[in-house]
C-alpha cells in the first residue's frame, strides 16, 4: 500500500510568487492534516481535513495560506504571494479517525523563498 | 503555554550501547503521549503512543515510559544500531474537544557511530 505522498519534494522560489503543494494522503483515510518546521523550530500544526471539509484551521498563518481538498481525496497548499519567513518543510499526514489514531506522515515539501 | 520541551539537544552514542531520551511537557488537557522517530529527508513515523493510564510501552528496543503525575515521559534505546541515528520527537495530543491538535517537541538528534 502506497504511503502519503508529496510533490514537489523541494522548491525554491522568489519572494512575491505563488507555489502549490500537493499532497496525496493513503487511500481511504478521511483525516488529513498540514504541517510546516521551520528551520529551528518544532513541527507545527497548520490545519485539518475531515474528508473535504476543514476540520480545524486554526493553525494557518495568515491568509495568504489557502488549502483546499476537493472531493476529499488529495489536497493542496497555495502560498500566495511567499515572503521569506515562509521557507521550512510542509508535511502532510493522513489517518483513518481523528482521535488516537496514528498519523502517518510523508516526506515532506521543503520550501525555500528567496 | 502548551509546550513539549526535550533532553539532551543532541546525543553521541557508540553502537550497542543503551541510551535515554527525556521528555517533560506542560499540555493540558492531555489525551496521549506520542514518540516519532524522523530520519533525514523523511517524515515522522510514530514509534509508541500512550494515554493517561499506560505508564510503559515497549516497541521492540525502544521502550517508552510515561509519569502522567509529573508530566514526564523518557525514550529509552536498547542495543543501540547504526539506524537508530535519527531525530526523535515528542509529541503530545490535546484533547481539545472534537479536535486533536498534535503539540511537538523539538526533538532530540541521536547519532549512533561505529
Known amino acids: 500500500e502506497a504511503g502519503v505522498t508529496q510533490f514537489p519534494s523541494h522548491s525554491v522560489i522568489e519572494k512575491g510568487q505563488t507555489v502549490t503543494l500537493r499532497c496525496d494522503p493513503i487511500?481511504?483515510?478521511?483525516?488529513l492534516y498540514w504541517y510546516r518546521r521551520v528551520m529551528g523550530k518544532e513541527i507545527k500544526f497548520l490545519l485539518h481535513?475531515?474528508?473535504?471539509?476543514?476540520?480545524?484551521e486554526s493553525g494557518m498563518p495568515n491568509n495568504r495560506f489557502l488549502a483546499e481538498r476537493t472531493g476529499g481525496t488529495y489536497s493542496t497548499l497555495k502560498v500566495q504571494p511567499a515572503e521569506l519567513e515562509d521557507s521550512g518543510v510542509y508535511f502532510c499526514a493522513s489517518s483513518q479517525d481523528s482521535g488516537t489514531d496514528t498519523q502517518y506522515f510523508g516526506p515532506g515539501t521543503r520550501l525555500t523563498v528567496l | 503555554k502548551n509546550q513539549v520541551e526535550q533532553s539532551p539537544q543532541s546525543l553521541i552514542i557508540l553502537e550497542g550501547k543503551n541510551c535515554t531520551l527525556q521528555c517533560n511537557y506542560t499540555v493540558s488537557p492531555f489525551s496521549n503521549l506520542r514518540w516519532y522517530k524522523q530520519d533525514t529527508g523523511r517524515g515522522p513515523v510514530s514509534l509508541t503512543i500512550?494515554?493517561?493510564s499506560e505508564n510503559t510501552k515497549s516497541n521492540g528496543r525502544y521502550t517508552a515510559t510515561l509519569d502522567a503525575d509529573t508530566k514526564q515521559s523518557s525514550l529509552h534505546i536498547t542495543a543501540s544500531q547504526l539506524s537508530d541515528s535519527a531525530s526523535y520527537i515528542c509529541v503530545v495530543n490535546l484533547n481539545a474537544g472534537n479536535n486533536r491538535k498534535l503539540i511537538w517537541g523539538l526533538g532530540t538528534s541521536l547519532a549512533v557511530n561505529p
Open positions: 481535513f475531515v474528508k473535504e471539509s476543514k476540520q480545524d
Open positions: 487511500s481511504g483515510h478521511d483525516n
Open positions: 500512550m494515554t493517561f
